[in-house]
């Protein structure tokens, strides 16, 4: 048989619970009314919402812009980081934006074996096409109070953008080798 349950403090026996009631209650609550409220009508439009408004660059907020992501891509011997950076864009802030991010690819994309083959020429084909289309688009004003992200120079005039005749050079070096030592 068991004991009946004591209390820890004083040593004396707990009463037993009530029938149906939780034992584990600290103290059971009275049933409370649940208050009825007035369930409101609503109009259902006849006519489907209206189309959202386009949307901005997410940078300064002019009004043509296009939805486009810009990327960029680091190599480090066996590992890889991606980065991503999507629209819209306005044709300012695209710009500079495929700038930055491929003067980024040129200068650190190269030092890996698949990023020197693979995924830095990717990189630098998507940020051409996403060049292309940013300079299809017509020159406009920032939103009120925001500014356009500026430029700077092109990417010929980047000296971390020749960094990437280091790793160039490179595997020319090594496939004129290969080449070398097949053919003789």
Not at 16 to 45: C, D, I, S
Not at 122 to 134: E, G, R
């Amino acid at each position: 048989m068991s004991t009946p349950p004591v209390n820890p403090y004083s040593g004396a026996p707990l009463p037993p619970p009530p029938a149906g009631a939780n034992p584990y209650a600290q103290h059971p609550q009275p049933p409370y009314p649940q208050p009825q409220y007035a369930q409101p009508q609503y109009a259902h439009p006849q006519a489907p919402y209206p189309a959202a408004p386009p949307a901005g660059c997410r940078n300064c907020g002019a009004p043509e812009a296009v939805n486009f992501a810009v990327r960029a891509h680091v190599g480090v011997l066996v590992l890889m980081r991606f980065h991503r950076l999507d629209g819209p864009f306005c044709r300012r802030c695209g710009r500079a934006m495929v700038r930055i991010m491929t003067t980024k690819t040129l200068c650190q994309g190269w030092w890996s074996p698949l990023s020197l083959v693979l995924f830095t020429p990717f990189t630098l084909i998507w940020n051409l096409v996403a060049s292309m289309k940013f300079d299809k688009l017509d020159p406009s004003e920032p939103a009120p109070g925001r500014r356009q992200l500026d430029e700077g120079p092109p990417l010929h005039a980047r000296p971390l953008a020749y960094v990437a005749i280091i790793p160039l050079l490179w595997a020319v070096w090594v496939v004129s080798h290969i080449i070398a030592d097949v053919a003789g």
